[in-house]
């Protein structure tokens, strides 16, 4: 594949990684509450996006509330994992070190680490593995066998370094098995990567998202068709249906729906929250995508008030704009 990120504008790349940080911490108060009828009265009384994690709006609902303490603008565990993998890229100039990568999330979520939240099944086994390893050379998969949604956390960060580097797809493999060591969950990457770069080449998105079926396997294929032949359903009775949990399978074909339907970053935010679950997994997905099609302002790309509220938010943005200048 010949070398075109010339092509792609920094403010582009930039926003690859803004939109999933942003679809991520706009989820986050809500994240992990499975109870569509609950998220639509408090949408009635407040905007769902950017939300204070509040026990209150979990209690008599269906959910798990996992993020005591966090406030509106915080990111969740997927997205910090995504701020780790931009600042791992951005030393290193745009090229995946995986040894880099490791230290970074072990030092982060680690005993001691600047961590304070939810630790998901994905990041206690990378941790395991990774604190092994300090008596000796770490290896390079520490992941375990899991298809979860953490597997696409750094996946934005990769491409917007590089959106057509010639080993993306090995660069993208080598950081998604630092905690995801599953063949599904680097499929899922791997086709993730492949739309975020062919809507940076400003390829017509429903002809990217159409094509993507074909090449996956058995298991997301028929999904993936069926949720883009849906496209007159409501983003939470797709989300009903194929599954509002944390396993790519179910978070991918609702993701799909949501960039089919969804008229500007805005509206596709808010469908993702209102549909309950793993609102913020999916947000890795489409924040990215949503971020590369529409990019920064206006009518519909990323909203700047909406920016400008993310925790840390100056550091993410020079980190995003540092990214999206490699190569």
Request: with cysteine; charged share 20%.
């Amino acid at each position: 594949m010949s070398t075109q990120s010339a092509t792609v504008s920094v403010e582009q790349r930039a926003a690859v990684v803004l939109g999933a940080l942003v679809a991520d911490a706009a989820a986050m108060g809500l994240h992990w509450l499975y109870d569509p009828e609950r998220l639509a009265a408090i949408a009635e009384t407040s905007d769902p996006a950017f939300q204070d994690a509040d026990r209150r709006n979990f209690e008599g609902s269906r959910g798990y509330f996992a993020h005591e303490g966090k406030r509106a603008g915080d990111l969740s565990q997927y997205g910090a994992v995504l701020a780790l993998a931009m600042d791992s890229l951005v030393s290193s100039h745009g090229e995946p070190d995986i040894a880099d990568y490791q230290q970074r999330y072990l030092a982060f979520f680690g005993p001691g680490g600047e961590w304070q939240g939810y630790i998901d099944r994905p990041t206690r086994g990378a941790l395991a593995n990774l604190g092994a390893g300090r008596s000796e050379e770490t290896p390079r998969v520490t992941g375990i066998d899991d298809d979860q949604m953490p597997a696409l956390s750094p996946v934005p960060a990769v491409v917007a370094a590089d959106p057509d580097h010639v080993d993306l797809e090995s660069r993208v493999t080598g950081m998604v098995r630092v905690t995801n060591d599953n063949p599904l969950a680097v499929e899922a990457a791997l086709m993730l990567a492949r739309l975020i770069r062919s809507t940076l080449h400003g390829e017509e998105s429903s002809a990217a998202l159409h094509a993507e079926p074909a090449r996956v396997g058995d298991v997301l294929q028929p999904l993936l068709n069926e949720a883009l032949g849906e496209a007159n359903q409501s983003s939470v009775d797709i989300a009903g249906h194929f599954g509002r949990a944390c396993h790519v399978q179910q978070g991918l074909p609702v993701v799909f729906h949501m960039l089919k339907t969804a008229e500007s970053f805005e509206d596709g935010v808010r469908k993702n929250i209102l549909a309950g679950g793993d609102s913020c997994g999916r947000a890795m997905a489409l924040g990215s995508i949503l971020g590369a099609r529409y990019g920064f302002g206006g009518e519909r790309g990323i909203p700047l008030p909406w920016l400008v509220r993310l925790r840390d938010g100056a550091r993410l943005v020079d980190q995003a704009y540092i990214l999206g200048a490699s190569k």
